[in-house]
């Protein structure tokens, strides 16, 4: 009898010990969480938020847009604060800042106003962190805070400032550099930060999305990264391409989401729109045409007004005031790219266009927002509160409606768990929907602050960053 007691009391113990551990949340270990989907079935998350509800903790912390990534116990952030840039590790349990560390160095660069200095959301391996700035580069922290490495790069060419985040895999950092002039993808060694490889990118011009990682069935990791006008997909040993798909609008933002072999991707740009396309003449017959000072380039006064750009220093790659082969070009091609939300089967090589894109879909299609795939329904939000969800399998819609509580702007991307979506809007509105193609709102919510990062979510918590702070929230035990 002594010893079933003693049998039965360890197990309970046991069982007791291993929910009290919380789940590895290396599992969002970068931007979006697992793989960049925006996935984590945890259960326990709350419905209702707002600055005295639910709240578990809230902790103040510099200005920054990055998102919050988790390992099993802290969580690694970056910002800014007089004239500095810096990563933030606080503690997951209360929200306690454990260690602050400035960059080495920060340089101002030109960038939208919606961007930031500390956009690009870190990566963890569980114990390091690593973060990109695009007025610094490169630089890995370990648990405790000081520094492994540092890898200066830049300045950067990326007309709107840098956005994409960095992304580990098979021992290697690597970071997406698409910019105006010299774009590229490089693969640095985790443990000492030097480049394992370069790859350039001279068809891409600036663009904002973080790759993700697909590993088939037979072959090595490959990191698919979306850019102006294609996606290309990269072995992550080499760095040798595999394939690409062309036909995407000209400046990306959003994450693919892969399930099942099949990659879907959200892409639109101003201008992307068939009703407002321009068929325009290459560059040749333009010179022939218009060049009136016979100098091989095209100015502001030679180009027919109906033809300029809405934005001329945009399309000024190089930024000397006149257009060159290369600068029209990329204009020309704007003119006629396509916004689309798309599915692609993945194991091609080569140029896939043709064979592997399975249908695109061209109506109410999100700007920054990436798609989410969860329990067999496509998820978007697009400005003005407006959600669809599709059918991944064909594209076609399955309901479109407004989030009547919450008719904003959104630069968040959706994330969901326990058979719920959360959707949360710049001003701070975060919608509940239930998760089904014919999606009903269960709550929204009003936090009064702006919100522009992605949330995070482990273990029955939500991870919020807004304007002014990191909430945590989660249901009363």
């Known amino acids: 009898m002594r010893n079933r007691r003693t049998f039965s009391f360890v197990f309970a113990v046991t069982l007791l010990s291993a929910a009290a551990i919380p789940s590895q949340a290396a599992d969002w270990s970068r ?13 326990g998350l709350p419905i209702e938020f707002g600055p005295d509800k639910n709240v578990v903790w809230k902790t103040a912390l510099p200005m920054g847009k990055s998102s919050p990534i988790l390992t099993a116990n802290r969580i690694f952030l970056t910002g800014h604060e007089d004239g500095k840039l810096y990563t933030v590790c606080l503690d997951r349990a209360t929200g306690k800042i454990l260690w602050r560390r400035e960059a080495p160095g920060r340089r101002l660069e030109k960038m939208h106003q919606l961007n930031d200095e500390a956009s690009a959301s870190p990566a963890t391996d569980g114990e390091n962190v690593y973060v990109f700035f ?23 060419t990326n007309f709107h400032g840098m956005g994409a985040s960095p992304v580990l895999a098979d021992g290697k950092l690597l970071m997406v ?30 663009s904002f999305s973080t790759p993700v990682i697909h590993r088939p069935k037979n072959g090595g990791a490959e990191l698919i990264v979306p850019g102006s006008y294609q996606m290309v997909s990269y072995e992550v040993a080499t760095g040798k391409e595999v394939w690409r798909v062309k036909g995407l609008t000209y400046q990306v933002k959003s994450v693919p989401v892969i399930e099942d072999d099949i990659l879907y991707f959200n892409g639109w740009a101003p201008g992307g729109e068939p009703a407002v396309h321009l068929e325009l003449p290459n560059f040749p017959e333009m010179l022939k045409r218009f060049d009136a000072d016979k100098d091989s380039h095209l100015s502001k006064t030679e ?15 190089n930024k000397d005031t006149v257009f060159d082969a290369r600068d029209w070009k990329y204009y020309q091609s704007r003119r006629t790219s396509t916004n689309a939300t ?11 266009t043709a064979t ?3 249908w695109r879909h061209d109506k109410s299609l999100p700007d920054v927002p990436s798609v989410l795939l969860y329990r067999d329904v496509l998820y978007e939000i697009k400005k003005g509160g407006i959600a669809t969800t599709l059918n991944p399998k064909t594209g076609a819609v399955i309901k479109m409606g407004r989030l009547m509580e919450a008719l904003d702007d959104y630069y968040a991307s959706p994330v969901a768990a326990d058979g719920k979506v959360y959707m949360a809007s710049m001003l701070g509105k975060i919608t509940v929907l239930s998760a089904a193609g014919e999606w009903e709102i ?26 002014a702070a990191l909430y945590c929230f989660g249901k009363a035990d």
Do not use: C
């Open 31 to 43: 931007f979006r969480g697992p793989n960049g989907a925006g996935v984590f079935e945890t259960s």
């Open 134 to 156: 695009g007025g610094y580069g490169m630089l890995s922290y370990g648990p405790d805070g000081n520094e492994r490495w540092r890898k200066p790069m830049g300045p950067f």
């Open 177 to 206: 550099v698409d910019q105006d002039i010299n774009a590229f993808v490089i693969a640095l060694n985790v443990e000492d930060g030097a480049t394992a490889w370069r790859v350039e990118r001279p068809d891409m011009i600036h």
């Open 303 to 317: 180009i027919p007004t109906e033809w300029h750009p809405g934005n001329w220093d945009m399309q000024d790659l």
């Open 342 to 352: 798309m599915a692609i089967k993945l194991g091609g090589r080569g140029d896939i």
């Open 356 to 358: 592997h894109v399975l």
């Open 442 to 467: 269960i709550a929204t919510s009003d936090l009064g602050e702006e919100i522009f990062a992605t949330p995070a979510l482990a273990d029955g918590r939500m991870y919020v960053r807004t304007s």
